[in-house]
């Protein structure tokens, strides 16, 4: 059932990661690759580490152990300018955003162009406006300050920012979570859309069931500090681990994966 091997086609290997906080382990041996092109959703009970492994993934939380390859890249064992040069390679939209409340949507989204590229002020503005209509939102959003937005509107917009600098994969922490089903469904369908349309290969901290229903190719299951499932949803559902079980018993009895 794991989605793939260390070839070409591999964008993220994870070997062996091992996350202690004192004395307390909460990963304790986590491994699994992504291939490129994949929506995969990673989910787990509370307190299993779901977004702190995200973060050892991207390198801002160190691990204990074990190793990380991102794009090709040993994200533990490299220098400070291979890690700036391989963040300009993924997106990253945070839990609610993160978005920066003292500044417009449009500001925000310049952020990644300022930081990682040196690109003349005056082109900025219009690839704004672009990443924005990315995100399905209309040009004037921004101007608008963050807190003016609907919660499925910032999203939206952590998403432009984070589309921001054409990245190869992109990595989602509990995306939908605090949104009306409206709006956490519409979110997840421009985001099935961008990886179909973009060949955008993404990672999702889920625990929304609809969200695996719907999107996703791939499922993780992080559990006990470590991976005890990883398939498609029906191969996961069928894996008959106790906590698995429970997840998808709010599963509606009609209810199956569609695009």
Known sequence: MNGGGADGDTVLQVDGIVTRFGATTVHDGVSFDVRRGQVVALIGGSGTGKSVLVREIIGLLRPSAGTVRLLGVD?????????????????????????????????????????????????????????????????????KMPAELSGGMRQRVALARALALEPEILFLDEPTSGL??????????????????????????????????????????L?????????????????????????????????????
């Open 75 to 143: 994200v533990w064992s490299s220098g400070v300018g291979e890690l700036s040069r391989l963040r300009r390679r993924f997106g990253m939209l945070f839990q609610d955003g993160a978005l920066f409340s003292s500044l417009t949507v449009a500001e925000n989204i310049a952020v990644p162009f300022r930081e990682h590229t040196a690109l003349p002020a005056d082109l900025i503005p219009p690839l704004v406006g672009f990443k924005l209509s990315l995100a399905g939102l209309p040009p004037e959003t921004g101007e």
């Open 223 to 259: 559990s006990g500090g470590r991976v005890i499932a990883d398939g498609t949803v029906d191969e996961v559902e069928r894996s008959g681990d106790p906590w698995v079980r429970d997840y998808f018993s709010a599963r509606a009895p009609a209810g199956k994966k569609g695009n």
């Open 180 to 221: 009306d089903p409206i709006s956490a469904r519409a979110f997840d369908r421009l985001v099935r859309v961008l990886s179909d349309a973009l060949g955008l290969t993404v990672f999702i901290v889920t625990h929304d069931l609809d969200t695996l229903l719907s999107i996703v190719d791939r499922v993780i299951v």
